[in-house]
Each structure stands twice: as structure tokens, then as C-alpha cells.
């Protein structure tokens, strides 16, 4: 299901949840190995109106600040066919990892993701400092992780 209005929430620096993700390539990313570098994960649906609209943006973020270290992991949801998921991954060229959560646990880890896009930016010390329900404002959430890259 998707929202059309956004909800941005900072987040006083809960603890990110310890999952592991399975990419769609078989890559097994586990969230705590990532310490030290700011993270974004984002859950979507490939029938989502909005998360497709913002994958672009999202590319041109993993593009252009990947190599200084920032990561950004696409969560799809438990109810999208993975067929579907890798086909549209490929006729994108989404160039950051997308992971299967062909259970929901990932989901379910994070605050009970339900409603996509759903967004959540994590700190290079493993903390959420941003939830963002709807589509991602991209100008104020790179100069949030450009922040985070200074600082490491």
C-alpha cells in the first residue's frame, strides 16, 4: 500500500534493529557490519506509485555519495513476487543492493513497516535518527548523510 503524504519524524538515536538482509544477487548484508557508515533503508513495492518515482533519486544519491562511504539497502515488500522485484530492479539499473523479505521479518523489525515508501536513515554508530513515511525529501536527506560523512 502506498501514502501519498509524508511523515518525518527525527528520532532521538534508537538503536537500529540487527537484520539481515538477502539481496536479490543471493548477498547476505547484516546491518551491524555496516557500522561506521551511514545507512539507508528504504522499503518499497514494485506497485507503488511513489517508490518507484523516488528511485531515482535514490540512485543519484547512492551514486554520487556511495563512494564516501554511505550505503542505502531497498527492502521490498513480503507481498511483491521477487520475479517482479529483480525484473524491475534490472529495467532500472538500480545500481544499490535490494533485498527480498519474502516474510515480513525485515519489515517487522523496523517499526511493523506496513505503508511504503518507508524510510529509515541510520548513523555510522547504529542508530535511527530519521523515519520518513511517504517519499524522501532527497535534498534535505543528502545534506543529512553528507553531515553523517563528515563526522566519520
Same mark, same amino acid.
Given at each position: 500500500?502506498?501514502?501519498?503524504?509524508?511523515?518525518?519524524? =527525527?528520532? @532521538?538515536?534508537?538503536? #537500529?534493529?540487527?537484520? +539481515?538482509?538477502?539481496?536479490?544477487?543471493?548477498? $547476505?548484508?547484516? &546491518?551491524?557490519?555496516?557500522?561506521?557508515?551511514?545507512?539507508?533503508?528504504?522499503? =518499497?513495492? @514494485?506497485?507503488?506509485? #511513489?517508490?518507484?518515482? +523516488?528511485?531515482?533519486?535514490?540512485?543519484?544519491? $547512492?551514486?554520487? &555519495?556511495?563512494?564516501?562511504?554511505?550505503?542505502?539497502?531497498?527492502?521490498?515488500?513480503?507481498?511483491?513476487?521477487?520475479?517482479?522485484?529483480?525484473?524491475?530492479?534490472?529495467?532500472?539499473?538500480?545500481?544499490?543492493?535490494?533485498?527480498?523479505?519474502?516474510?515480513?521479518?525485515?519489515?517487522?523489525?523496523?517499526?511493523?513497516?506496513?505503508?511504503?515508501?518507508?524510510?529509515?536513515?541510520?548513523?555510522?554508530?547504529?542508530?535511527?535518527?530519521?523515519?520518513?513515511?511517504?517519499?524522501?525529501?532527497?535534498?534535505?536527506?543528502?545534506?543529512?548523510?553528507?553531515?553523517?560523512?563528515?563526522?566519520?
Amino acid at each position: 500500500m502506498m501514502v501519498g503524504l509524508g511523515l518525518y519524524r =527525527w528520532h @532521538s538515536g534508537r538503536s #537500529a534493529p540487527d537484520a +539481515e538482509f538477502v539481496t536479490i544477487t543471493g548477498e $547476505h548484508i547484516r &546491518l551491524r557490519d555496516l557500522r561506521g557508515h551511514p545507512v539507508l533503508v528504504t522499503f =518499497w513495492a @514494485s506497485d507503488c506509485r #511513489a517508490c518507484l518515482d +523516488e528511485m531515482p533519486e535514490l540512485a543519484e544519491l $547512492h551514486n554520487e &555519495l556511495s563512494g564516501q562511504g554511505f550505503k542505502l539497502i531497498s527492502v521490498a515488500m513480503p507481498y511483491d513476487l521477487p520475479s517482479r522485484v529483480v525484473a524491475l530492479a534490472e529495467a532500472e539499473q538500480l545500481p544499490y543492493s535490494v533485498a527480498l523479505d519474502p516474510l515480513g521479518h525485515i519489515a517487522e523489525t523496523f517499526d511493523r513497516v506496513r505503508l511504503v515508501p518507508n524510510s529509515f536513515l541510520i548513523t555510522p554508530d547504529g542508530h535511527i535518527v530519521m523515519h520518513q513515511l511517504g517519499r524522501i525529501d532527497a535534498r534535505n536527506l543528502r545534506e543529512k548523510i553528507e553531515r553523517m560523512l563528515g563526522e566519520v
